[in-house]
């Protein structure tokens, strides 16, 4: 049975490990990523999630705790994520369970979280955990130039 905890600074290369092999195309840049796992770490409005199986991280799973005006404090999934050869074993829902917890004593009212329109098994899981179709994502790509 896997361990769900709190991640650690030396947990770095093995989240790296992860993200790179569920966005295989997406270009990462290690050390800006780096420091802003060390700055997650840290801050009061995140939390990092490792799952833990034989010494080996094979999950992680982030949170984003958000206030909206309208509907109070949020807790925002950033990231779920499980090794290949470790998914279909429940890892993915004790990730999911550990962060509804942890949303829930930050006083959070909803989790929200977004899925890629291709990601249809991920959205049958999300389902399946109650979780409800409420809105698009709309996205915009902020470049240098228009970064304040």
Same mark, same amino acid.
């Given at each position: ?28 840049r290690e050390p800006q990523l780096r420091s802003l796992f060390e700055r ?32 109070? /404090?949020? +807790?925002?999934?950033?990231? !779920?994520?499980?090794?290949?050869? #470790? &998914?279909?074993?429940?890892? =993915? ?11 829930? /004593?930050? +006083?959070?009212?909803?989790? !929200?979280?977004?899925?890629?329109? #291709? &990601?249809?098994?991920?959205? =049958? ?24």
């Amino acid at each position: 049975m896997p361990k769900i905890r709190s991640c650690r600074s030396q947990d770095f290369a093995d989240v790296y490990a992860l993200l790179r092999q569920h966005w295989p195309d997406e270009v990462f840049r290690e050390p800006q990523l780096r420091s802003l796992f060390e700055r997650a770490l840290i801050s009061p409005r995140q939390r990092y999630l490792c799952a833990e199986l034989d010494a080996k991280v094979v999950g992680f799973a982030s949170l984003t705790i958000k206030t909206s005006l309208r509907e109070g /404090a949020m +807790g925002y999934v950033d990231e !779920l994520v499980v090794d290949r050869d #470790h &998914r279909c074993r429940g890892i =993915a829902t004790m990730l999911m369970q550990r962060l509804e917890e942890l949303a829930v /004593a930050a +006083g959070c009212n909803h989790l !929200l979280l977004d899925a890629a329109f #291709h &990601r249809k098994e991920t959205h =049958a899981f999300y389902e399946q955990r109650q979780f409800e179709r409420r809105a698009l994502l709309f996205s915009k790509e902020l470049r240098e130039t228009s970064r304040p």
